[in-house]
């Protein structure tokens, strides 16, 4: 499978010292298997995130840039990317370094057997580091309450780390209506008849920034899941 073309797409605001790290994960991890291409989705940060891209671009081909006039959210910035990617494998993981690119290779791999692959913190092998209780009772129960409603057998419902057959995925895009960043979970919702697998990872609290989880995306979150209710069993 090493002909395979990945495409990896990283919405970003505000991660300048983060993204080059994460580029250079991806190609320690990835360089001399997979032929990849990393498409940075950048909402206009203040910070000078998409100037770093550029120069990052400029030394290395396999990084693309995509740049949109403000803050439109972070599903949206994720389907911008797949829209423009060009591989036969796509992916969506965060750059603040909470996703271990040494895991991507797994991903991947799984994807022989598989449609969809979670990248889970909740299967034997995965797991999360420097989280604090409650933010991860708050993870589980979010999962939980998720798989419930909506009717999924996915232990990490509301993972940001997945990879995707481009021929399983390209067909949903105009249907997917992305509210704050739990994009796949919708996507697993309405992928109805995808084998979906989950494989292990271990999330890690972001080094750098801030956190985009607040009080104002758990309300998303839920309005998602009662929207969603029901959808695996219409045909």
């Known amino acids: 499978m090493s002909g395979v073309q990945v495409s990896i797409v990283v919405p970003t605001y505000n991660e300048r010292e983060s993204i080059p790290l994460l580029r250079d994960g991806l190609r320690r991890a990835l360089d001399g298997s ?16 998409a100037e770093v891209v550029r120069r990052m671009a400029a030394e290395d081909p396999r990084v693309r840039l995509i740049v949109r006039p403000g803050k439109l959210g972070l599903g949206s910035a994720v389907i911008a990317g797949f829209r423009a990617a060009r591989g036969d494998f796509w992916v969506m993981m965060d750059a603040d370094l909470s996703h271990n690119p040494d895991d991507l290779p797994g991903l991947l791999r799984a ?3 598989a449609d969809i692959v979670v990248g889970s913190r909740y299967v034997p092998g995965g797991g999360v580091k420097d989280w604090p209780f409650l933010r991860r009772l708050a993870s589980r129960t979010a999962s939980a309450l998720g798989r419930w409603l909506v009717g999924l ?17 390209e067909p949903l895009l105009p249907a997917l209506d992305p509210k704050g960043f739990k994009l796949l979970f919708e996507i697993l919702a309405k992928a109805r008849g995808a084998r979906v697998t989950e494989a292990p990872i271990t999330f890690t609290d972001r080094r750098h920034g801030t956190s985009k989880f607040g009080p104002r995306e758990v309300v998303r979150y839920l ?9 695996r069993g219409r045909g």
């Open 34 to 49: 997979w032929d990849y291409e990393m498409i940075v989705v950048d909402d206009s940060s203040p910070d000078g995130t």
């Open 111 to 113: 994807l022989a057997e």
């Open 153 to 169: 057998s996915v232990r990490d419902a509301t993972s940001g780390f997945a990879a995707f057959r481009r021929e399983t995925l």
């Open 223 to 231: 309005r998602l899941c009662l929207a969603l209710r029901g959808t």
